[in-house]
């Protein structure tokens, strides 16, 4: 069998699906004239990332070395920051680049703003991140950035036959300054870039910032939604106040999750609606990093179009394996460059997933360290606890767990009754016979939970 690093041919599958939903009745050509420049360009840019991620590996890592040549040259020419940061190093080697923290990128963007761009990139507006970290952070992006997470949403559509003609509803936790406390956009496409070639359903835009999702539910129920794009966190809340009998009166078939990672709850109630799940790593600065593959569980196959991923030490014991510090290079970020950026989430990176796709691929991802318990002994583990546990013991409406000394895990409640002190005493024993017998455990009733000022909600914090 020929090695896959020596073949520069596109992968026949990536084909196969484009050409079949091309030929089907989604492909609504909006002009008479068949070679049509609207069409053309959007059409040969989806087939590049289709060749890119999904061909041979010899072109991909030839293209990849070309891009990040091309951005360590831009970032050390328009950027004192990114010379001296890139000082002795030569364009397109990462293994010598720092890795770049948080607290270095905020002072590269106080101090230069956005780097100059080319016609090509369009626009540049300033962008901050929900903070789930505690430090909110700010970069550039550019019209072009937006483009591609467009198109690259739109190709992962047609990768893993989601249908296009739902009616999608893409909701944005951001704070808005109105009384109802949220708005809705309303669009005739969610085709982006390429409404001149596939037929797709209306779009809704709904902006809400924060608080309880089920005010707004009467109103999205005037036409069906299809397709959610959200963040867990959302929708957990929003299917807890409306239910998953809801869910399926409102047509919800795909979610599309960003942001966060979807725990247990949220599977069972997309479970129990009939919900198809597709799941995204991704981030606010730099968008589209993977997806989730249909048949590994836990392994995400990297937007290469987009990113290049890297394990690099420390190493972390988590669960008996050794899991890195994920590094990520944004490779179209000339507004701001993100060159080996610590996210502040830990992994492990693979040459090519079990499926049988060539591509870098993530595994063990588990996100945060700080969403991890960490034992006595200094390795880390999950603590998964799901509401539908706690229900047994009350009637709950919603819980935290912090780990707030090494031994020390709190469980703040809110609860529709008074918790009684034998239940407060059960939901200890719980929590104990989850974490282990190295832990103690101590629930306390609270009015209401202080999230803080970010939307996403996580239901566990290590703060040791």
Avoid at 115 to 137: F, I, K, M, V, Y
Avoid at 290 to 304: K, L, N, Y
Avoid at 377 to 385: F, P
Wanted: charged content about 25%; proline content about 5%.
């Amino acid at each position: 069998m020929a090695d896959d690093r020596t073949s520069t041919k596109p992968a026949a599958s990536g084909w196969l699906r484009l050409t079949q939903k091309m030929r089907s009745d989604a492909f609504s050509p909006q002009s008479s004239v068949i070679l049509d420049e609207r069409r053309i360009a959007p059409i040969s840019k989806l087939i590049e990332i289709d060749l890119l991620e999904n061909g041979g590996a010899n072109a991909r890592e030839r293209w990849v070395a070309g891009q990040l040549a091309a951005l360590m040259a831009h970032a050390r020419t328009h950027s004192a920051f990114w010379r001296k940061r890139l000082n002795g190093v030569k364009n397109g080697d990462l293994s010598r680049t720092p890795p770049l923290q948080r607290e270095e990128l905020a002072q590269q963007v106080s101090g230069e703003g956005c780097l100059p761009l080319s016609g090509e990139h369009g626009r540049a507006a300033l962008r901050s991140t929900s903070g789930s970290t505690g430090r909110p952070t700010s970069v550039f992006v550019s019209d072009m950035n937006g483009a591609y997470n467009e198109l690259r949403s739109i190709a992962q559509c047609l990768w893993d036959g989601v249908d296009l003609e739902q009616n999608r509803l893409a909701v944005r936790i951001r704070p808005v300054n109105n009384p109802q406390g949220y708005t809705i956009q309303r669009g005739h496409t969610w085709g982006g870039p390429l409404q001149a070639v596939f037929a797709t359903g209306s779009n809704r835009i709904l902006t809400i910032g924060g608080g309880d999702p089920s005010r707004v539910l009467r109103e999205l129920a005037a036409e069906p939604i299809g397709l959610i794009n959200a963040i867990p966190s959302f929708l957990r809340e929003f299917a807890r106040a409306a239910g998953a009998r809801k869910l399926r009166q409102l047509g919800v078939k795909t979610y599309v999750a960003l942001g966060e990672r979807i725990d247990e709850d949220l599977q069972d109630i997309c479970a129990q609606a009939g919900i198809a799940v597709h799941d995204t790593y991704s981030s606010e600065e730099i968008g589209a990093i993977g997806f989730s593959c249909a048949r590994t569980p836990g392994a995400f196959h990297i937007a290469t179009s987009n990113v290049v991923v890297e394990s690099v030490a420390p190493f972390i014991d988590v669960g008996g394996e050794k899991v890195g510090t994920l590094l990520v290079t944004h490779l179209h970020s000339y507004a701001t460059p993100l060159i080996r950026y610590a996210l502040g989430d830990i992994g492990q990176v693979a040459g090519r997933c079990a499926c049988g796709h060539g591509g870098p691929t993530i595994t063990r991802l588990q996100g945060r360290l700080a969403s991890l318990l960490k034992l006595p002994s200094g390795e880390r583990r999950a603590l998964i606890v799901r509401t539908r546990d706690l229900m047994m013991l009350a009637d709950v409406r919603e819980f935290r767990l912090r780990q707030t000394q090494a031994d020390l895990i709190v469980l703040e409640l809110v609860t529709n009754a008074p918790l009684s002190e034998e239940a407060r005493e059960q939901f200890e024993r719980f929590i104990v016979s989850r974490a282990g017998p190295e832990f103690r455990a101590e629930a306390r009733a609270l009015d209401a939970i202080d999230w803080g000022p970010g939307p996403k909600r996580l239901d566990f914090r290590c703060e040791v």
